[in-house]
């Protein structure tokens, strides 16, 4: 399901327009900030001759996120890397969702309705022009703009374009969208509680707002 994925978020790209929102995030709020240690790594392709991406920690800021990302070509196969805010196949950054359920993605992937990438404005250190076999590229992606708070965020890595024939199992052109998700934490709610000691006083006391995971 991935391939399919990959080839149908290239499409909307291509075709220059932005996908539906796939429904509405449970809580419109922005999420305060906040930072999570993710260790994810996921594979595509066999030994030998696969692309290998890693994703060690993601952020909310106070002005927007940011994620540490890695990349590495264990293929013998060179990788044109698609740079660029002008490029229509740089989607590198974060596609974010009202469910961490795999299954919805695949649905709204079917439909038609996956969420528009919300694309890393910067990329540190620059990504480079093409990955060598055996390179790996490791950096910060990050970009403006508050996240909702209860929605569910997966890593895009991409356009990765092979120069020559790919591996056997891969595609020619690679857009990596993570079946890991990470759940973005919700605002804490100030609840207001009635002190029963004293009728001419009333307490505040800080809740957590119910997370279901």
Same mark, same amino acid.
């Given at each position: 399901?991935?391939?399919?994925? @990959? ?13 539906? +929102? !796939? ?7 922005? @999420? ?12 595509? !392709?066999?030994?030998? $001759?696969?692309?290998? =991406? ?5 952020? %909310? *800021? ?16 060179? =990788? ?11 989607? =590198? ?22 969420? $528009?990438?919300?694309? #890393? ?8 022009? %093409?990955?060598?076999? !055996?390179? *790996?590229? *490791? ?5 403006? !703009? #508050? ?9 895009? =890595? ?9 591996? +056997? ?11 890991? +998700? ?8 100030? *609840? ?9 006083? #009333? ?11």
């Amino acid at each position: 399901m991935r391939r399919l994925l @990959a080839g149908a978020l290239l499409a909307l790209l291509a075709a220059g327009c932005g996908a539906a +929102t !796939g429904g509405p995030i449970p809580d419109a709020r922005p @999420a305060p900030p906040q930072s999570a240690t993710l260790g994810w790594q996921e594979v595509y !392709g066999d030994p030998g $001759a696969r692309l290998v =991406f890693n994703v060690s920690s993601l952020a %909310v *800021t106070p002005r927007g996120w940011q994620a540490d990302v890695s990349v590495e070509n264990q293929s013998k196969v060179r =990788f044109a890397v698609a740079t660029g805010k002008t490029s229509i196949d740089s989607s =590198f950054g974060l596609m974010i969702l009202p469910t961490g359920d795999h299954r919805e993605l695949d649905r709204l992937n079917t439909a038609g309705e996956l969420p $528009a990438v919300r694309q #890393a404005e910067t990329i540190e250190p620059p990504l480079p022009g %093409v990955l060598e076999p !055996g390179e *790996t590229w *490791t950096g910060t992606l990050a970009a403006n !703009g #508050a996240l909702p708070g209860g929605s569910w965020a997966r890593v895009v =890595f991409g356009a990765f374009v092979a120069m020559g024939k790919p591996p +056997t199992g891969l595609q020619d052109r690679v857009i990596w969208i993570t079946d890991h +998700t990470h759940l973005i934490e919700r605002a804490r709610q100030a *609840t207001s509680v009635v002190n029963s000691a004293s009728s001419a006083r #009333a307490a505040k006391s800080p809740s957590p707002a119910a997370i279901s995971r």
